[in-house]
Nanobody, 116 residues
Framework: QVQLVESGGGLVQPGGSLRLSCAAS????????MGWYRQAPGKQRELVAA???????NYANSVKGRFAISRDIAKATVYLQMNSLKPEDTAVYYC??????????WGQGTQVTVSS
């Protein structure tokens, strides 16, 4: 069983930055692609960034050039650096394997609110 714990969210003004962290109970990053997902009110959960076991990264078009995913295998932690934040980035952010994600890996998520 793997537990994923997200942290680092908060309230930030448009144009600001946040760094999210996802700590895993055991290292799975050398096995799986890991992703950051988000779910805004009334919308489906979507994948915004992913990093493969080999370290390649991919991003949703809506965040390309603004977000950066990285990982520290020794710390079993995945990060999401978010810059130039927009109100439409407001959502609960989760990390998980993927895609596709594993149902039993979902954590509590961390709330990101972008507002002036």
């Amino acid at each position: 069983q793997v537990q994923l714990v997200e942290s680092g969210g908060g309230l930030v003004q448009p144009g600001g930055s946040l760094r999210l962290s996802c700590a895993a109970s055991r290292s799975i990053f050398s096995i799986y692609t890991m992703g950051w997902y988000r779910q805004a009110p009334g919308k489906q959960r979507e994948l915004v960034a992913a990093i493969t076991s080999g370290g390649r990264t991919n991003y949703a078009n809506s965040v390309k050039g603004r977000f950066a995913i990285s990982r520290d295998i020794a710390k079993a932690t995945v990060y999401l650096q978010m810059n130039s934040l927009k109100p439409e980035d407001t959502a609960v952010y989760y990390c998980n394997k993927g895609p596709p994600p594993k149902d039993n890996y979902w954590g509590q998520g961390t709330q990101v609110t972008v507002s002036s």
